[in-house]
């Protein structure tokens, strides 16, 4: 073949890219994307949506019908017709400085296990990046099988612990020179029982708050921390400024979570109280069970815990803000 023969040969035509808006390859006209599966992801959350409906959905309507109803006893039983209260039990609930005595109450005892579960938990779950393979595993065994304790059982070891003729923690105490703890009983007041409760409450919520820090503390890079470090800041300035930081979303959505689940503290009280917890025992949820299924008044004891859910409503409401200025942020 010459050179001439070489510099005439056929070159295969260069293929054109398809018009934008047209599919390459496809036969007909110009169109949009086919939208055919946009309806799976509903359609497959279908049941989940269902479930909560019926589960949550008529519970949450029910309450709000009688906490608007004058019910008791021979509306349950039929004798009578369930008669329209208006706004007269809210109106009775929040003139109620018994009420208002509860809430504070509530308040104090959910603040308080909140931080103490939130302090301890992100010390736990710093010692833990500390420690060698072997006890962290044990540890983690641990949290996990105290996680998954029935509070029911959680509770009469506590009630055990803490008993005034047969308490393990009372005869240790007394061990101490100078201390008479012997026949001791921590439910004669109610801060003090109350603490008592709080212990077993930041006991069952410890577990979760460590194994889901621990799980954010793996995020937090090392390059980072080794920086801070040389730049001259310490333990507390590397916490401060790089890993709490990171943590940020993580902390919010437990202490969220954790208010949420203190504020509805309720077979905790109950069971140790022996099912008859005292005026100086009351929070919110027993209040309102008292309410209703001890006096009978199941409009109040409705319109009690509806307002329990508004103040809940408030707390993810600033949930909601805080975890919407961190998605700002970023």
Same mark, same amino acid.
């Given at each position: ?81 369930? /008669?329209?209260? #208006? ?7 929040? #003139? ?70 047969? #308490? ?40 979760? @708050? ?12 090392? /390059?980072? /921390? ?89 707390? @993810? ?12 942020? /970023?």
């Amino acid at each position: 073949m010459s050179a001439a023969d070489t510099t005439t040969a056929k070159v295969p035509p260069v293929r054109q890219s398809p018009p934008p808006g047209s599919a390459a390859g496809a036969p007909g006209k110009p169109g949009k994307k086919p939208n055919s599966g946009a309806g799976v992801p509903w359609l497959l959350l279908a049941p989940c949506l269902l479930v909560l409906v019926l589960v949550l959905g008529y519970p949450l309507v029910r309450l709000v019908v009688l906490s608007f109803q004058k019910f008791g006893q021979p509306q349950l039983w039929g004798f009578q017709e369930p /008669e329209s209260a #208006g706004f007269d039990n809210f109106a009775t609930v929040l #003139g109620d400085s018994e009420f208002w005595a509860v809430v504070l109450r509530t308040v104090i005892f959910a603040a308080g296990a909140v931080i103490v579960t939130m302090v301890l938990g992100m010390l736990i779950a710093l010692l833990l990046q500390r420690v060698s393979g072997w006890v962290k595993a044990l540890i983690n065994i641990v949290l996990v099988a105290s996680w998954g304790m029935p509070i029911i059982v959680a509770t009469a070891i506590f009630k055990w612990l803490f008993d005034a003729d047969y #308490g393990v923690l009372n005869w240790l105490l007394s061990r101490i020179p100078g201390v008479d703890m012997i026949g001791h009983n921590w439910f004669a007041s109610g801060p003090q029982g109350l603490a008592v409760i709080m212990l077993l409450v930041v006991w069952g919520a410890v577990p979760f @708050v460590v194994i889901t820090l621990s799980a954010g503390l793996t995020q937090v890079p090392k /390059e980072l /921390e080794e920086a801070a470090r040389l730049d001259g800041a310490g333990a507390w300035g590397v916490f401060r400024f790089v890993t709490l930081p990171i943590l940020k979303p993580i902390i919010v959505m437990l202490t969220t979570l954790s208010v949420i689940w203190d504020m509805g503290v309720f077979p905790q009280v109950y069971v140790m109280r022996n099912g008859h917890p005292e005026a100086e025992f009351q929070l919110l949820t027993t209040y309102s069970f008292d309410r209703a299924f001890v006096v009978n008044d199941y409009g109040t004891g409705s319109a009690i815990a509806l307002v329990t859910v508004l103040l809940l409503l408030g707390v @993810v409401a600033v949930y909601m803000r805080q975890m919407l200025k961190i998605g700002d942020v /970023e």
